[in-house]
């Protein structure tokens, strides 16, 4: 067992799957909470997993960063729009010289966290994870779980597969998580995009869980041509995405068991989604390329509407 310590930055549907597995597998994982706090300090973390489910009655509960020890590992599971905390909330650990993996959807996460906290090693994961939070420290995994690890550069450019990353996969492997490694994550986060522009999108405009978006020959048809126009962009930007990586998508997507995405979710409960993160900055990509995606740019205007829609009538959320 390698002894590399875990710091999980938000501990939901994906921060709470993942550390809990780490956690079980004998990793020293503490986990940052906000309103579970107090419950997950009293009465641990629960996952309950297609996989097998995972109960720890006792876990490193803490309130704030400024109260966890040294890490290797600070894993951010946080939503993007919430990425404006990351300074503060990393200062401690990065001066402690944990790296920083990036768990989130989205294309320039890695980049907003590397300005945040200069000098910090930044890598990202991408999760493909069908995982939702259900109540106080009770997470209920559904399908899927494989991560993709990747290493960032401040130029975008192919950082390789590094030490760190197989040290990674050795660790998430061990913890019982399917692991793949990416020489470039900028090509990555594309291919996710590939995924998560139509079905977060398409879920909310339409208020459809994704088994139904793919029942339906209309809607499965709309999903596609978003998926074809996130290729597109992807490569005008220099990272093209072959036909068959669609099909592999839509495959996977086919047997996916029946879920709510996040951002429907976050639609639904009239929290901020991430809107910019998923949608804005892969078309402000794609547009300084050269490349036009009217489908994307006309589902980013109304997800932005819904978005500021949500703001004015939840102020604070």
């Known amino acids: 067992m390698s002894a590399r310590r875990y710091a999980i930055i938000g501990t939901g549907a994906v921060g709470g799957f993942y550390g809990a597995r780490l956690a079980r597998a004998g990793h020293d994982v503490h986990f940052l909470l906000h309103g579970d706090y107090e419950h997950v300090r009293d009465r641990g973390l629960r996952l309950d997993s297609v996989d097998g489910d995972i109960v720890l009655p006792r876990v490193n509960a ?36 944990a790296a920083v993996l990036m768990l989130q959807n989205g294309l320039g996460n ?70 793949r490694l990416a020489d470039d994550l900028v090509a990555a986060r594309w291919k996710k ?34 998926m074809r126009e996130v290729a597109a962009a992807s ?35 009239g929290r901020p989604m991430e809107v910019e993160a998923i949608f804005g900055s892969p078309l402000r990509a794609a547009t300084a390329a050269g490349c036009r995606c009217p489908r994307l740019e006309a589902l980013y205007d109304r997800l932005k509407r819904i978005d500021a829609q949500h703001a004015a009538a939840h102020p604070g959320a």
């Open 110 to 179: 890695e980049a907003v966290v590397a300005d945040a906290v200069p000098g910090a090693q930044v890598l990202g994961g991408l999760c493909f994870l069908c995982s939702n939070k259900i109540g106080p420290g009770h997470i209920a995994h559904l399908d899927y779980g494989f991560v993709t690890f990747g290493e960032h550069r401040p130029d975008g450019s192919p950082a390789g597969v590094t030490e760190t990353l197989r040290q990674l996969a050795e660790d998430f492997t061990a913890a019982g998580v399917e692991t």
């Open 62 to 97: 803490c309130a704030g960063t400024a109260d966890m020890p040294p890490v290797d590992v600070a894993v951010v599971a946080l939503k993007a729009t919430r990425n404006h905390l990351l300074g503060e909330l990393l200062a401690p650990l990065a001066a402690g010289g």
């Open 235 to 269: 490569g005008a930007c220099g990272r093209p995405i072959g036909r068959e990586f669609i099909d592999t998508m839509l495959a996977l997507t086919e047997k996916m068991t029946p879920y709510r995405t996040s951002m429907k979710i976050d639609h639904e409960l």
């Open 193 to 226: 995009l590939i995924w998560n522009v139509p079905f977060n999108g398409l879920s909310v405009v339409l208020d459809m869980q994704v088994d139904r978006i793919m029942a339906d020959p209309d809607t499965r048809a709309q999903a596609e041509e978003l």
